[in-house]
């Protein structure tokens, strides 16, 4: 029997060909030759040949391939984005051109991942013709316009992500900041409403399954009750549509929460079943929530398979200046003005707490959100420009924290752009900063959080949560109908109801799960950013 000759890629005698790669394996790192796969002999020829005309994409069969940004796109479903890489034939050996499994060499993957970085951050230093050029640190010089403040920003494939304090990243931190645009999706701009529709019925779902009542839902309720313990499930695994957790999971990711207090800030217990004091209200801000969730839904709100990559939740209360009356009552005065001083020192509190928690856990990657900064935030427009402030002050305490890169996800439902606000307050304070702050538009908490997760680092998320959620259980707030906010979303995208009153009640009322913290917000060597305490 006579073998098939193998297929060869065709070589333009005009100069040297290129290989082209898509990413097959996104649990692998970019660097493994084994995550590439070859593009088919006709495809990589296509591609190249469009690359060599200096094109700036190639549609190859359902993906569109963009050849200035390394990625390939699915023409119908825009989740579905690859890596793409080229690799020149080796004119020394030219058999690599010639074999179908042809796999890129690993010293040319490091030496082109490192070019890529390398290069990516050095366009920041050139400005264009006209343009004042601003020192932001004793490394590196960017571009400042009169349109914006992106003078760090590192741009991969044509998405936006604004570093401040680009020399603090390490290497580490580097690459993973820049491959993100290409690992993740962008979020789905759906009102939030809309996106827990998509959710809810799976959820409701998998909690009949652990034993909720089939007739408790409605479209106020916060409750959830179920009629045994999950731990006497006969049941082993659980599923919500294509993700499925085994009982031993769910219960290990129960077991991992905790209630946390502020020492000396809270007088009686977190957990309340009765109704909140003004007083026990206004504690509420010392309460925290911390476990480890899994992501179950990606950013298009489809079920994930084989989400196993754990990360640290913290949820913890916002001020409420719209709702709440005794918020209201502290922090505005008679003339109807903030109190800027004592909300600060509030917003100050929620922020080291938060970061203690994460710091406890060794938390390398923090991934945050704008708490306070929606309908909570009333009509005072400058709330968002107060919680960036407060939050740069703390990770501008020397020593406080460990974390390689603080990362803020501000992405914009309605008219509220938090993403300017953290911008404007960061960009100022850049020098004073201990810690390098990723701000991205594009990109959910939640995808971020489990995509580092997924790579072996630790990261954790915040959940902008409630008074009644932290007080009595009610983790989730509205998951099952009425209003949805970022709490409802996160409760319905990831295993966050494990933390629910209703499913873990062991979590409220057993002392041993309650820990007293002290963040040290005030902690000596605090370094004071540009713009002082209004």
């Given at each position: 029997?006579?073998?098939?000759?193998?297929?060869?890629?065709?070589?333009?005698?005009?100069?040297?060909?290129?290989?082209?790669?898509?990413?097959?394996?996104?649990?692998?790192?970019?660097?493994?030759?084994?995550?590439?796969?070859?593009?088919?002999?006709?495809e990589?020829?296509?591609?190249?040949?469009?690359?060599?005309?200096?094109?700036?994409?190639v549609?190859?069969?359902?993906?569109?391939?963009?050849?200035?940004?390394?990625?390939?796109?699915?023409?119908?479903?825009?989740?579905?984005?690859?890596?793409?890489?080229?690799?020149?034939?080796?004119?020394?050996?030219?058999?690599?051109?010639?074999?179908?499994?042809?796999?890129?060499?690993?010293?040319?993957?490091?030496?082109?991942?490192?070019?890529?970085?390398?290069?990516?951050v050095?366009?920041?230093?050139?400005?264009?013709?006209?343009?004042?050029?601003?020192?932001?640190?004793?490394?590196?010089q960017a571009?400042?316009?009169?349109?914006?403040?992106?003078?760090?920003?590192?741009?991969?494939?044509?998405?936006?992500?604004?570093?401040?304090?680009?020399?603090?990243?390490?290497?580490?931190?580097?690459?993973?900041?820049?491959?993100?645009?290409?690992?993740?999706?962008?979020?789905?701009?759906?009102p939030?409403?809309?996106?827990?529709?998509?959710?809810?019925?799976?959820?409701?779902?998998?909690?009949?399954?652990?034993?909720?009542?089939?007739?408790?839902?409605?479209?106020?309720?916060?409750?959830?009750?179920?009629?045994?313990?999950v731990?006497?499930?006969?049941?082993?695994?659980?599923?919500?549509?294509?993700?499925?957790?085994s009982?031993?999971?769910?219960?290990?990711?129960?077991?991992?929460?905790?209630l946390?207090?502020v020492?000396?800030?809270?007088?009686?217990?977190?957990?309340?079943?009765?109704?909140?004091?003004?007083?026990?209200?206004?504690?509420?801000?010392?309460?925290a929530?911390?476990?480890?969730?899994?992501?179950?839904?990606?950013n298009?709100?489809?079920?994930?398979?084989?989400?196993?990559a754990?990360?640290?939740?913290?949820?913890?209360?916002?001020i409420?200046?719209?709702?709440?009356?005794?918020?209201?009552?502290?922090?505005?005065?008679?003339?109807?003005?903030?109190?800027?001083?004592?909300?600060?020192?509030?917003?100050?509190?929620?922020?080291?707490?938060?970061?203690?928690?994460?710091?406890?856990?060794?938390?390398?990657?923090?991934?945050?959100?704008?708490?306070?900064?929606?309908?909570?935030?009333?009509?005072?427009a400058?709330?968002?420009?107060?919680?960036?402030?407060?939050?740069?002050?703390?990770?501008?305490?020397?020593e406080?924290?460990?974390?390689?890169?603080?990362?803020?996800?501000?992405?914009?439902?309605?008219?509220?752009?938090?993403?300017?606000?953290?911008?404007?307050?960061?960009?100022?304070?850049?020098?004073?900063?201990?810690?390098?702050?990723?701000?991205?538009?594009?990109?959910?908490?939640?995808?971020?959080?489990?995509?580092?997760?997924?790579?072996?680092?630790?990261?954790?998320?915040?959940?902008?949560?409630?008074?009644?959620a932290?007080?009595?259980?009610?983790?989730?707030?509205?998951?099952?109908?009425?209003?949805?906010?970022l709490?409802?979303?996160?409760?319905?995208?990831?295993?966050?109801?494990l933390?629910?009153?209703?499913?873990?009640?062991?979590?409220?009322?057993?002392?041993?799960?309650?820990?007293?913290?002290?963040?040290?917000?005030?902690?000596?060597g605090?370094?004071?950013?540009?713009?002082?305490?209004?």
């Amino acid at each position: 029997m006579t073998s098939k000759p193998k297929k060869k890629v065709p070589r333009d005698d005009d100069g040297p060909t290129g290989l082209w790669y898509f990413k097959k394996n996104e649990e692998l790192s970019s660097e493994d030759p084994k995550a590439w796969k070859l593009y088919k002999p006709a495809e990589s020829t296509k591609i190249e040949n469009s690359y060599q005309k200096g094109a700036k994409t190639v549609t190859v069969g359902d993906y569109v391939v963009h050849l200035k940004t390394m990625i390939q796109k699915h023409k119908s479903d825009k989740s579905k984005v690859r890596e793409v890489l080229r690799q020149d034939c080796d004119e020394d050996d030219t058999s690599m051109c010639d074999s179908p499994n042809a796999v890129p060499k690993l010293s040319f993957l490091l030496k082109e991942r490192s070019s890529t970085i390398g290069s990516t951050v050095s366009t920041i230093k050139e400005s264009p013709p006209g343009v004042k050029k601003l020192k932001l640190d004793s490394e590196i010089q960017a571009t400042m316009t009169d349109e914006d403040l992106d003078k760090t920003i590192i741009q991969p494939p044509g998405q936006s992500i604004l570093v401040v304090g680009l020399s603090l990243l390490s290497d580490t931190a580097k690459q993973l900041i820049h491959a993100l645009p290409v690992a993740i999706s962008e979020i789905e701009r759906v009102p939030l409403d809309t996106a827990a529709t998509r959710m809810r019925g799976p959820v409701r779902s998998f909690l009949h399954q652990l034993g909720r009542l089939k007739d408790e839902t409605s479209e106020t309720s916060c409750k959830i009750t179920l009629s045994g313990t999950v731990d006497k499930l006969k049941k082993s695994t659980f599923t919500i549509r294509d993700f499925s957790i085994s009982k031993e999971s769910i219960l290990e990711l129960m077991d991992t929460a905790t209630l946390s207090t502020v020492f000396g800030k809270v007088k009686r217990g977190p957990y309340c079943a009765e109704q909140l004091t003004d007083a026990e209200h206004a504690e509420a801000q010392y309460v925290a929530v911390t476990g480890y969730i899994l992501s179950v839904f990606d950013n298009s709100y489809r079920t994930m398979k084989n989400s196993k990559a754990r990360y640290l939740s913290v949820s913890i209360p916002g001020i409420n200046l719209k709702y709440s009356a005794v918020d209201k009552a502290r922090f505005i005065n008679k003339d109807k003005s903030l109190n800027t001083s004592l909300l600060l020192e509030a917003m100050r509190s929620v922020w080291a707490h938060a970061l203690h928690l994460m710091e406890d856990k060794k938390t390398s990657f923090p991934v945050l959100c704008a708490i306070g900064c929606g309908a909570f935030k009333g009509g005072f427009a400058e709330v968002p420009e107060l919680w960036a402030q407060a939050l740069a002050e703390q990770l501008s305490l020397r020593e406080a924290y460990s974390f390689e890169a603080v990362i803020i996800s501000l992405p914009t439902f309605g008219t509220d752009r938090n993403f300017d606000s953290f911008r404007k307050v960061f960009s100022d304070v850049e020098k004073e900063l201990c810690h390098p702050v990723v701000l991205t538009e594009r990109y959910s908490m939640v995808e971020i959080a489990s995509h580092i997760a997924r790579l072996g680092h630790t990261s954790a998320i915040l959940n902008p949560s409630d008074v009644e959620a932290v007080r009595r259980g009610k983790i989730g707030m509205f998951w099952d109908g009425g209003h949805a906010a970022l709490e409802e979303i996160l409760a319905l995208q990831t295993t966050l109801l494990l933390q629910h009153v209703g499913v873990n009640p062991q979590l409220w009322t057993d002392p041993s799960r309650h820990v007293a913290v002290d963040p040290k917000m005030y902690r000596s060597g605090k370094k004071k950013p540009t713009k002082g305490n209004k």
